[in-house]
């Protein structure tokens, strides 16, 4: 149980273009969902918190506008880039909390690969 | 959140026990100390939690000292598909702050035959 995916699990797009990123609970309800970015050789780095039907919490230095995240369902959440820039070539991983307990785990999806040419 | 301090990198030989230290000096009462793990190119997995007493679960043991200043993750056993970078975590409650975890630089791990 506890398993998230996200699709796709690669993305090749060119400057200027948008993509989105899926991340789903496939066997759980989470209210909460976290989008982390990671560069080569470095930590995660968490980008915003995603509640579901309210607007995402952006951690300081994220541009909102750039990384829009929408949570739609208990089980949805999507990250789309924004008129991507090759600096935006980037480790997308997303992060689910269950809904309806104290649970303090976290599962994580298996990351979404970005590069912008 | 408390800051955590781990080594870069440490080495293993496999079917030896793996000792991965953490530091987390400025760590509160409320503060619950959590480890995960990255192997290459993939997602967190989530290993172990605890506030003050020992832990144990079928992938590892972690054990705090009694100042909680300090703690220890333990790989009974490390086989190769343990090399991973190992992350100590220290954070609130998840009813505080919507259960966010912070990152640090983790220990890289890696078990040689």
């Known amino acids: 149980g506890a398993v998230v995916s996200q699709h796709p699990s690669r993305v090749i797009c060119k400057s200027g273009t948008s993509v989105k990123i899926e991340c789903r609970s496939l066997d759980f309800q989470a209210t909460t969902m976290f989008w982390y970015r990671q560069f080569p050789k470095q930590s995660l780095m968490l980008m915003a918190t995603?509640?579901?039907?309210?607007?995402?919490?952006?951690e300081q230095g994220v541009e909102k506008d750039k990384f829009l995240i929408n949570h739609a369902s208990l089980t949805l959440s999507t990250l789309t880039v924004t008129s991507a820039h090759p600096e935006d070539s980037s480790f997308y991983i997303c992060?689910?909390?269950?809904?309806?307990?104290?649970?303090?785990?976290?599962?994580f999806g298996p990351g979404t690969r970005l590069t912008v040419t | 959140d408390a800051k955590t301090t781990q080594p870069t990198s440490m080495d293993c030989a496999e079917g030896r026990a793996a000792n991965l230290p953490c530091n987390h000096s400025?760590?509160?009462?409320?503060?619950?100390v959590y480890w995960y793990r990255q192997i290459h190119s993939q997602g967190p997995q989530y290993i172990i939690h605890g506030l003050k007493n020992n832990e144990t679960n079928e992938m590892a043991s972690l054990i705090i000292t009694e100042d909680r200043k300090s703690s220890t993750l333990i790989l009974p056993h490390a086989t190769l598909r343990d090399t991973a970078v190992y992350y100590c975590i220290v954070r609130p409650a998840v009813y505080n702050q919507g259960g966010k975890l912070i990152f640090g630089q983790g220990t890289e791990l890696s078990v040689k035959p």
């Open positions: 995603s509640n579901e039907g309210s607007k995402a919490t952006y």
């Open positions: 992060s689910a909390r269950p809904a309806g307990r104290l649970t303090y785990e976290q599962y």
């Open positions: 400025t760590i509160s009462g409320n503060e619950y």
